[in-house]
């Protein structure tokens, strides 16, 4: 860590030196302006001019990628909060076919990605996301949401044989994804520039690390939600071969995690260490659960006990998401003095 001495240059101005390294790498030179923000715990953030601009670009060359390296490229540009991207061949090259279909197909993958220039040997893609149309906390829920939606579709479909809504579920897996690549956009973004954790709903960058990790807890739940509707559209009939007492029970446990997903990410969202605590005891009863279903069930072939195992191994998961969030809940809340906590 690097110190510097404060100096008085008159009855009320304070001043110190910035560091010569730092202004030379940020081309900050005598006469620019600097923003000064001050955020929790007695920081005080220095930003060049070149931080704030939200017009960054970003090349990629494409020789020497397949498409699918290609397209991941892309997808990795966009996160890191590239305003523009170019695709470029190689040199006295065209793009060829499939790189063409690459980046089209990545345009479709992502929120607020399009292709606004295109010529034979490169396409020029710019993202027109604001960050302050959203925050952290409402993309969040809306990935939540999205997740559960999924799930109660899958379980319905299995329940009463309807392929339709199975394919329903499968169909959002696409927003549930793209909702989670903008949520880790507008993380980085805020990261690199502190500036933008306040549009996004934040006072300061410290929750930035927490919503990270909430953020991929949902989407791997979303993915848990996709595999039960996958189960509904390749097994016979669309369902499962139980008895309705039994499916009754299985409706119940997805009730029971879906409101704790949903209060798992209340508790993030409004700093609720109550809520964070009443999710782990809402686990605690439902932590037996598959192994108790699986155990009163009918004598069945190994194929048919398989899936139903599946179906509740991907219910049994999204409770313990849904705990994890409810951790991160506990640490976020606990940051914060409250009637369980003083901070001194």
Known sequence: ???????????????????????????????????????????????????????????????????????????????????????????DETLPSSHINAVYNAETQLMGLGVVEETPDSIAIRCSVDPEDFTLDNLLERLESTGGTMRNEGVKA???????????????????????????????????????????????????????????NLELTADNAEDIAEIAMETDGHSLNVD??????????????????????????????DLACDVRERFAA??????????????LPNDEILRVREVLVSLQQTAQYA????EIASNLALNEESGHVTIE
């Open 323 to 326: 705990v994890r969030n409810a």
């Open 158 to 216: 299995l329940a009463h044989g309807n392929p339709d809504l199975a394919q329903r579920a499968l169909n959002r897996e696409r927003q549930a994804n793209k909702i989670f690549v903008l949520l880790l956009r507008l993380i980085f973004t805020s990261y690199q520039n502190p500036n933008l954790a306040r549009a996004v709903g934040l006072d300061d960058g410290f929750p930035l690390i927490a919503y990270r990790s909430a953020a991929k």
């Open 1 to 91: 860590m690097e110190t510097r001495k404060v100096q008085r240059l008159g009855p009320s101005t304070l001043a110190m030196t910035l560091p010569a390294k730092w202004a030379q790498e940020h081309h900050v030179e005598k006469g620019d302006e600097v923003s000064l923000r001050m955020g929790g715990k007695g920081t005080l953030t220095v930003l060049p001019e070149s931080v704030q601009s939200e017009e960054s670009e970003a090349t990629i060359h494409a020789e020497g990628l397949n498409a699918d390296a290609l397209e991941r490229a892309i997808l990795s540009q966009y996160v890191l909060g590239r305003r523009i991207i170019h695709v470029e061949s190689g040199p």
């Open 244 to 273: 309705t007492a039994t499916m009754r029970r299985i409706r119940e446990f997805t009730d029971d995690v879906d409101e704790m997903a949903e209060l798992a990410v209340e508790a993030i969202v409004e700093r609720d260490y």
């Open 286 to 299: 439902v932590e037996d659960r598959e192994q108790d279903i699986l155990a009163d069930l009918d004598e």
